[in-house]
């Protein structure tokens, strides 16, 4: 199994970065996205199920970040909009074995399996 991160990069606010997980060797039951500022714990960004179905994101960047996964190789993206300085982070993938339905679950990193390497995305402003 293996998760490899792509895509990230200096941007200023306001503009838009569109990240990529390669997800190989076996189905998932959901995958994740996650970020870490520096000096901070990470922190859950959004979820799905593998299958796909409706994405939960966080607050912070609900209706701006959309998620998900193109089904005929198995990349799974996050597209980050209206980008601000406060998203600066290393954002990682993961993806979970088990489907989970409840987001007391799924917004934990606890509960993912796999993890991508992450890439640094920075915001100036």
């Known amino acids: 199994v293996q998760l490899q991160a792509s895509g990230g990069g200096l941007v200023q606010a306001g503009a838009s970065l569109r990240l990529s997980c390669t997800a190989s060797g076996r189905p998932f039951g959901r995958y994740g996205w996650f970020r870490q500022a520096p000096g901070k714990e990470r922190e859950f960004v959004a979820s799905?199920?593998?299958?796909?179905?409706?994405?939960y994101y966080s607050d912070s960047v609900k209706g701006r970040f959309t998620i998900w996964r193109d089904n005929r190789d198995n990349t799974l993206y996050l597209q980050m909009n209206s980008l601000k300085p406060e998203d600066t982070a290393v954002y990682f993938c993961?993806?979970?074995?088990?489907?989970?339905?409840?987001?007391?679950?799924?917004?934990?990193?606890?509960?993912?399996?796999?993890w991508g390497q992450g890439t640094l995305v920075t915001v100036s402003s």
């Open positions: 799905n199920v593998w299958r796909g179905g409706n994405a």
């Open positions: 993961a993806a979970a074995a088990g489907a989970y339905s409840l987001p007391a679950y799924y917004t934990l990193s606890s509960n993912y399996d796999y």
